[in-house]
């Protein structure tokens, strides 16, 4: 599967971005999706995931309740919808997919490792 990411940009602290993530190839409505970022001089951080269905989420702490991730199966799409953006918000999101996977566990979609096919990512700045 190929996944294509956009929708990033230059927003204001409080804002709000909506990015997408689509992908090619078939049976994407078994794959289980996720969202990462990474900061200039950071380590790639999980932000969100979501189950084949849309039925289950996981979350980063740091972004619970301000970001939701969704998706529609027939568009074989990925969104996140990002408000009240922060300055540490800044960095390139990064979508990714697995077939047949999931687990409500953070532990367990926090892992990079645990993702089996990577997009390009795409930028978001947020200025204060």
């Known amino acids: 599967v190929q996944l294509q990411a956009s929708g990033g940009g230059l927003v204001q602290a409080g804002g709000s971005l909506r990015l997408s993530c689509a992908a090619s190839?078939?049976?994407?409505?078994?794959?289980?999706m996720t969202w990462f970022r990474q900061a200039s001089g950071k380590e790639r951080e999980f932000v969100a995931a979501?189950?084949?269905?849309?039925?289950?989420?996981v979350y980063a702490d740091s972004v619970k309740g301000r970001f939701t991730i969704s998706r529609e199966n027939a568009k074989k799409e990925v969104y996140l919808q990002m408000n009240s953006l922060k300055p540490e918000d800044t960095a390139v999101y990064y979508c990714?997919?697995?077939?047949?996977?999931?687990?409500?566990?953070?532990?367990?979609?926090?892992?990079?490792?645990?993702?089996?096919?990577w997009g390009q990512g795409t930028q978001v700045t947020v200025s204060s």
């Open positions: 979501i189950n084949w269905s849309g039925g289950s989420t």
């Open positions: 190839g078939r049976a994407f409505s078994s794959y289980a």
């Open positions: 990714a997919a697995r077939p047949n996977f999931w687990s409500s566990d953070y532990e367990s979609v926090a892992r990079g490792e645990a993702w089996s096919y």
